[in-house]
């Protein structure tokens, strides 16, 4: 059962990713993969901080400037110099892995006992910035600057003749995408117990996952609504990791475990793209 | 109201596909007028528009709204003197925004867009009330999403958010290109009426010349990147259907 909880640990640890990804992804249409290193960046930056005995809380807002620094990068590249999105988020990832790995020090930092949110709280502080992280972005995307943020990336053309900087827009989209990633980090590598360089390679599949899985269940539910769309992105990223973790507890090979990720999204994305309901009861 | 003086535009410069869509350009509209634009395909029309929108920058030459000069100025922040109404009726609206969305977003284009809940009821009062003018039946779907509207409620909805905030100039190319002949009238007659109401100082640019006739009280003909006819219904009187028709005569059909 403990392996089932940590499953849904995770899977709400990772649902600020998603919830970045949710932005780039589907609010602003950019593909980014910056995600893979400002994950580990907001671990590094967390491991760090917290081991020289600094606040949780501070490492906290740290964490969030240097996730948005990431992004800020990236959308430069592919606002300013005019570099797909894709490949901006690929050269930022990469020149991240230098990056940590200069503010670590050494590819792994362990964390003793006492640094940060013991284990206990680490629950709890999961909860609550997911909680607010939530609602964060439902508010936003509510207001007079999230509706703009909504039409830079539905009808960029209208945006502007309507007198939204677009640019301006996707690079806050990215940045804050990317600071919302970084917060997994920060949470993950206390949830851990322990920052390691590699930690954030091939990520971003999990926050991809849970923005395809959330968006499917509200197109089952048929709600339409942005606001509930966003919860279910939520519950996709711990439905992933459940599915992961029973993958694993009927006895797959741990060395499959990429592989089976890559698999279980694809069906999901290819099943809903197919006559969604029927094929639901498939995976069931 | 709006200045253009000597300007040229090429596309693709230095190479063999060039081409000089505007050509020492210079031309005022006053306050009120509602210019219409006619002329061929690829004689310059919409390069015009752009130009005076922001969205594509002349080579050289000055674009001045209201005696300032806004050559350098870039087409959002222009976006508070100007709205525009597009060929394309879905380019004027964002398909995944409701109804109450893209007003609330129009209703604030020369103002800043900022971290409050703008769509109030009394947000939503007011918008049901100019909604229900357009007699679309759109005051009863704020929610709905806009992507879910016919080619003709999206264009008479980006033409009432076109005229939803204070703005001075009103462009539209060819804004009934993509519709049936009955919306093409009825959205024409909006047009007119909303940008006398507000006032606004309008272009044109149509390839149909009874509207030409219609709603213009200047016309002019382009041809091949320059200004070549201007006719003034105050002074020359209104023309017939066959005089505008004798300008397109003498016209090669470019390639572009």
């Known amino acids: 059962m403990e392996f089932y909880t940590t499953a849904i640990i995770q899977g709400l640890a990772f649902a600020c990713m998603g919830l970045g990804i949710f932005l780039t992804l589907k609010i602003f249409k950019i593909p980014d993969i910056t995600t893979d290193g400002t994950y580990t960046l907001g671990g590094a930056v967390t491991a760090v901080m917290l081991t020289n005995g600094m606040s949780p809380l501070l490492t906290l807002v740290v964490v969030i400037f240097c996730g948005a620094a990431g992004g800020i990068a990236t959308g430069w590249i592919h606002t300013r110099l005019k570099i797909n999105a894709l490949l901006a988020g690929i050269l930022v990832m990469t020149a991240l892995y230098s990056v940590n790995l200069a503010i670590m020090g050494r590819p792994n930092i362990p964390l003793i006992d006492d640094k940060g949110f013991s284990n206990q709280n680490i629950y709890l502080v999961v909860v609550v910035l997911v909680f607010i992280a939530v609602f964060f972005v439902i508010w936003l995307l509510k207001t007079d600057f999230g509706i703009a943020m909504r039409s830079t990336g539905s009808n960029p053309v209208m945006a502007q003749a309507n007198g939204v900087n677009i640019v301006y827009m996707k690079v806050f989209g990215i940045a804050l995408a990317n600071a919302m990633t970084a917060i997994s980090g920060f949470l993950m590598v206390q949830y851990q117990g322990f920052a390691d360089i590699n930690m954030g390679i091939g990520i971003v599949i999990s926050g991809l996952a849970a923005v395809i899985i959330g968006e499917s269940l509200s197109r089952i539910m048929s709600y339409k609504n942005i606001a509930i769309t966003i919860l279910f992105v939520v519950v996709g990223s711990i439905v992933f990791r459940v599915v992961l973790a029973f993958s694993l507890d009927m006895g797959m090979n741990p060395n499959y475990l990429k592989l089976v990720t890559a698999i279980i999204v694809l069906l999901i994305v290819g099943l809903s793209n197919q006559k969604f309901n029927k094929h639901l009861i498939l995976l069931k | ?256």
């Not at chain 2, 000069?69 to 870039?74: A, L």
């Not at chain 2, 009863?140 to 958010?161: I, W």
């Not at chain 2, 006739?213 to 003909?221: A, D, P, Q, V």
């Open chain 2, 1 to 256: 109201m709006i200045d253009l003086k000597n300007i040229s535009v090429t596309f693709n410069h230095g190479t063999s596909t060039e081409v000089n869509a505007l050509k020492e350009v210079s031309f005022s509209v006053k306050k009120g007028d509602f210019v219409v634009v006619i002329g061929a395909n690829g004689s310059g029309k919409s390069t015009l528009l752009n130009v005076i929108s922001g969205n594509i920058a002349p080579d050289h030459g000055e674009v001045s709204i209201d005696g300032i000069d806004v050559t350098k100025v870039i087409a959002h922040k222009r976006a508070q003197w100007v709205s525009r109404i597009f060929q394309d009726p879905m380019a004027g609206t964002a398909g995944e925004l409701s109804v109450k969305d893209n007003l609330r977003l129009a209703s604030l284009r020369s103002s800043s867009k900022g971290l409050k809940i703008g769509s109030d009821p009394d947000f939503q009062r007011s918008i049901q009330q100019e909604l229900s003018e357009l007699s679309l039946g759109l005051e009863d779907r704020l929610d709905t999403p806009v992507e879910n509207l016919s080619g003709g409620q999206r264009q008479a909805l980006t033409l009432l958010m076109a005229v939803s905030d204070a703005s001075k100039l009103l462009l539209m190319d060819e804004p009934t290109a993509a519709l049936d002949p009955k919306t093409s009238v009825r959205i024409m007659d909006l047009a007119n009426s909303l940008s006398r109401k507000a006032d606004l100082t309008t272009l044109l640019v149509t390839h149909n010349l009874r509207d030409a006739i219609e709603f213009g009280n200047i016309i002019i003909l382009m041809e091949d990147g320059k200004l070549t006819r201007v006719h003034d219904k105050g002074k020359d009187g209104t023309p017939e259907l066959s005089e505008l028709l004798s300008w397109y005569s003498g016209i090669k059909i470019s390639g572009t």
